[in-house]
């Protein structure tokens, strides 16, 4: 993909007489100056695939709220037969590798599958589908756990003061805001940084549905490997941002 | 409390402006005058080769540019390549596996195949060349020579075009690869070789992917030259009556700028800057049996 960034003639690997360890100080070292240099110099495809991650990932964790957290409420506040089955299929859930579901994605999207007519295939919002089916079992079981933890009194007695259920809801979420949060962070985190699922749904398509996972690989796989440890880097400063700012949230500003 | 709606309004802001900035980038992308239709999207499969040689840097946004369409590559094994093609997932195909695509062309999944280009395969092998394969011109030969001296060899075993007439040349050469000095990495050729160069294995490799690789690579040509290692490229448009939801048009607005005098610049031009010499070299109006196939 970045092509568009001149490769330099890295002699380092031409030359036979620099030891194995040396190259891989230079590969660390040139991929951060790499990193450096597309980062300062505008480069718009990287931005693009920067900007294409952040939208997919985000995405499929904002669904996966949407539809985890509801999930994991009702599980822990409410009594059902059948619930222990439910609970461990979504634990089992959270550990879905992410190609199988990307595979059973994709047979459902392929023009061949049942949504076929959507032309999804290799779009973003394929890769939004796949991913936040990926999250999902993530936050809905930090939620339970997060909830079930709460002293089951206090809710009994939120609920005798005259609280509606709403109200009460909404308590206990701030009440359990730290495991909430920290379900949040194991969803997003999952996300931005799995691969599988992403190659096979979105097809690593340059401008379209390439992101800074996939982006590695090719590099990887052409040989690029400055380019790709440069990749590597702009992906672990934006995930380490973005869970830092999550890690504030959790902590209420306290840490900072 | 307030500082934290505060932040949680940034965060909020930060993740809207995000969304409309990737919103914004998929406007950008369409051509001014794109298709109205819905279906401007063509998939072609074409075989890693093709993107992994740098040579889709350069065809796709002019392809976009002349057609209109929103060119949506698949870059996959030849095999992998066929096989979406036989169930109608894709609309077009840039291969190199004539063999096998003679069946698929045979089973009526595909149409109006063209030679495109070709360049050819190198076997590559560590300076030692422990088989002693090195200026030997039959490729069959020193395949018997490698297995003979149980030399390790690297195989893609993804069976991509390249897997294909490496397993092909097996079979010519009267041996079933098995045992430890073969080894199959199941990836592509940039991975391959970057497996045999660390390993000190041969490999069969196509020559424009080891020109690429060339500066992270110790390992040199060995045999080159042989008729059998030519590496032909087609395209073909998948089958619109087999299959009604191909993008006919679009496959054949992709084959018909592959094949243009634009696109055939593009392909004999690739490469001779960065590297000194051509990748490919184009083969327009021509056909296999130019080539005694």
């Known amino acids: 993909m970045l092509m568009a960034v001149k490769r330099k003639k890295i002699t380092v690997f031409n030359s036979s007489l620099i030891t194995e360890k040396s190259r891989f100080v230079n590969t660390i070292l040139e991929g951060a100056m790499k990193a450096l240099e597309l980062l300062t110099s505008g480069n718009s495809d990287v931005f693009q695939v920067m900007t294409m991650t952040l939208f ?8 996966s709220i949407l539809l985890g957290l509801p999930l994991g409420m009702w599980l822990a506040l409410v009594d059902f037969g059948g619930k222990h089955t439910l609970t461990s299929l979504i634990n089992f859930g959270m550990g879905l590798p992410p190609v199988v579901i990307g595979l059973v994605v994709s047979l459902f999207l392929w023009r061949s599958g049942p949504l076929g007519n959507f032309d999804l295939m ?24 997060a909830i079930i933890s709460i002293n089951p009194k206090l809710r009994w007695r939120l609920l005798s003061m005259g609280g509606t259920q709403w109200q009460v809801n909404w308590l206990l979420i701030k009440e359990a805001r730290l495991g909430l949060m920290a379900a949040v962070i194991a969803g997003f985190g999952r996300v931005i940084s799995e691969v599988g699922a992403s190659m096979m749904v979105g097809g690593n398509i340059k401008g379209q549905t390439r992101v800074l996972t996939t982006a590695i690989v090719l590099e990887v796989e052409k040989g690029n490997y400055d380019v790709a440890m440069a990749i590597a880097y702009i992906l672990l400063i934006i995930t380490s941002t973005i869970i830092v700012l999550l890690t504030i949230l959790q902590h209420d500003n306290k840490i900072l | 409390m307030i500082q934290r709606r505060i932040f949680i309004a940034f965060l909020a802001c930060c993740l809207a402006i995000l969304s409309a900035e990737a919103g ?37 946004p002019a392809i976009e540019n002349q057609t209109g369409y929103r060119l949506k590559k698949v870059s996959v094994g030849t095999g992998q ?40 395969f190198v076997i590559v092998g560590p300076d030692t060349d422990k088989a002693g394969i090195k200026g030997k011109k039959n490729a069959v030969e020193a395949f018997s020579l490698i297995a003979k001296n149980q030399a390790l060899f690297i195989s893609r075993g993804d069976d991509s075009g390249t897997n294909k007439l490496e397993k092909d040349l097996w079979k010519q050469a009267n041996i079933t690869p098995t045992g430890s000095w073969y080894q199959q990495t199941g990836s592509g050729m940039g991975q391959t070789l970057q497996v045999a160069n660390q390993k000190l ?12 690789q060339k500066h992270n690579l110790s390992l040199p040509i060995l045999v080159e030259g042989d008729k059998k290692l030519l590496n032909l490229y087609h395209v073909m448009e998948v089958n619109p009556q087999k299959f009604p939801k191909v993008n006919t048009a679009g496959a054949r607005a992709f084959t018909d700028f592959v094949l243009s005098p634009k696109g055939q610049a593009l392909i004999a031009a690739h490469g001779k800057k960065q590297f000194g010499q051509p990748l490919f070299y184009v083969d327009g109006g021509k056909t296999e049996k130019d080539y005694g196939f």
């Open chain 1, 56 to 63: 997919v990932s985000g995405t499929a964790t904002a669904i």
């Open chain 1, 122 to 145: 290799y779009t973003p919002t394929a890769m939004i589908i796949a991913e936040a089916i990926i999250a999902f079992p993530i936050v809905a079981g930090f939620s339970f756990a």
């Open chain 2, 24 to 60: 914004n980038m998929h406007v950008l992308q369409k051509p001014a005058y794109a298709q109205s239709s819905t279906n401007r999207n063509v998939i072609v499969a074409m075989t890693t080769s093709i993107e992994d040689s740098g040579l889709l840097d350069d065809l796709v």
């Open chain 2, 81 to 120: 390549a066929l096989a979406l093609a036989e169930k109608g997932e894709v609309d077009a195909l840039f291969v190199n596996s004539p063999k096998a695509e003679h069946k698929v062309l045979a089973g009526g999944a595909v149409i109006n195949r063209h030679l495109v280009m070709h360049n050819d």
């Open chain 2, 201 to 212: 294995g041969y490999t069969l490799a196509d020559r424009a992917t080891y020109i690429f």
